[in-house]
């Protein structure tokens, strides 16, 4: 079966959607029967995001989904119209929930196209239950044409291995308004403690103290391992890598009540208000206090996301609609 994978995430980022595609990716290598062609348009710039949005998911993957059994397109983009059945990835719908979050073509894209792309597709695969709901409740998608897929956590993260120096927490995130970061750094000066923050520059004109950027994955593993905690408190997020990845190296993580993170974490982290900084800064707190309890939890807790288990439910659904 030959299935053309849309593989673009990986020009625009390293975050989740990235992470998400690589390990899919690699768990499929390689699989009896199955033939991968992989497409991707553009690089990291915004043309080249505008350029993907107007032509290429539309257009140009139409016409790459000839002869396939399935066109897979690994985010919410893709054609309303192929010559194979499409599946969709969907990360999360925050473009929906809080479009005021994001640059104004993105905001265009989902007031515009969006609906209309995930109606149209053959299947759609929810990284999450949240998501699954969100797809109900803003879109209206029949509930028989999602499947829940969650992701898997990359090898590099474990408990084994080098921790870096230092007493601190760590927050992973792109600099961008739904992270909360703002009051990340509030809860960290009240509970007293240093802040180290990993990720992209984004937009929205957020800065915090303590930002190193992006570091290679045996770096960031090296960071979950030496923090005393890891600070999740999104304000929305369809998933929550970090939140796996912290508990997969063996460090406690904090993150938001009531949302996708509080289902990933299935009770092995200390959930927290995301709006009130004396919450987070009590979840620090509490990290520390329950770090016996929680450290094997989470191990635990992240043993069970693997891609490997990701690329058999996505290969079932392919074989399903081809």
Known sequence: MKVVVDTSPLVQTRAGTARHVRGLLGALHDRPGLELELVSFGGPGRMSSVLRDALWYPLGLRRRSRGA????CTTFRGPTHARAPVVLTVHDLAILRAPQAFPAWHRLYGKAGLRRVLRSADAIVSVSDFTRRE??????VPPDRVSVIPNGVDAVFTRCGPASDGDYVLAVATLEPRKNLARVVEAAALAEVELRVVGARGWGGVEVPGWVGEVPDAELARLYRGARCVLY??????FGLPV???MACGTPAVTSRGTAMEEVAGGAAVLVDSLDVASIADGIRQAERRRDELVPLGVARAGEFTWTRAADAVE???????
Not at 135 to 140: A, G, S, T, W, Y
């Open 135 to 140: 797809l109900e409740d803003l879109v209206e």
């Open 69 to 72: 059994g399935v066109l897979h």
């Open 233 to 238: 408190p999104s304000l929305y997020e369809g």
């Open 316 to 322: 079932a659904l392919w074989r399903e609609l081809a």
């Open 244 to 246: 796996l990845e912290a």
